[in-house]
């Protein structure tokens, strides 16, 4: 199963943390990508997405990339400013999850502090 991460980081703190998820999954057909210098989803049966959450939304830049992948798995990781509280992970999580294509399988949502 190939495996891609994909990331958008401003400060470094999103991009640390997919370096992390990277690093932890078996090694194989893996890959890890700056969304800056995507316009395109590369080929992939599984895709984490991370991104830093900008005035308490997920950046257009990530989700007109994710809208663009089909016939895979979703997964999303975000690091915001503030300590992240349970209503503000919910609608972060519902609005990156509306992004993706019904012909993909959602696995979840992850959100942490990032470095201030
Ligand atoms: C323009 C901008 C808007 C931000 N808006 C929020 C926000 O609404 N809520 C929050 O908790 N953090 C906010 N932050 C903080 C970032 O989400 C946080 O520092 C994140 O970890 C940065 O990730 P990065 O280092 O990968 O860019 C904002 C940062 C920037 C630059």
Redesign the pocket.
């Known amino acids: 199963m190939s495996v891609a991460v994909m990331y958008l ?7 640390a943390l997919a370096e992390q998820f990277y690093i932890t999954l078996p090694n194989g057909d893996k890959s890890i990508h700056d969304i800056s210098i995507y316009d395109k989803p590369p080929k992939a049966d599984l895709y984490y997405i991370g991104y ?5 939304t997920c950046p257009v830049k990530v989700l007109d990339l994710v809208k663009q992948i089909e016939d895979a798995g979703v997964a999303f990781f975000a ?4 300590p992240p509280e349970k209503g503000c992970r919910y609608s972060l999580e519902q609005l990156s999850r509306k992004w993706v294509n019904d012909s993909c399988t959602y696995y979840g949502f992850f959100l942490c502090q ?1 470095k ?1």
């Open positions: 980081s401003e400060t470094g703190n999103t991009k830093p959450v900008h005035r308490q690091t915001c400013g503030m990032g201030v």
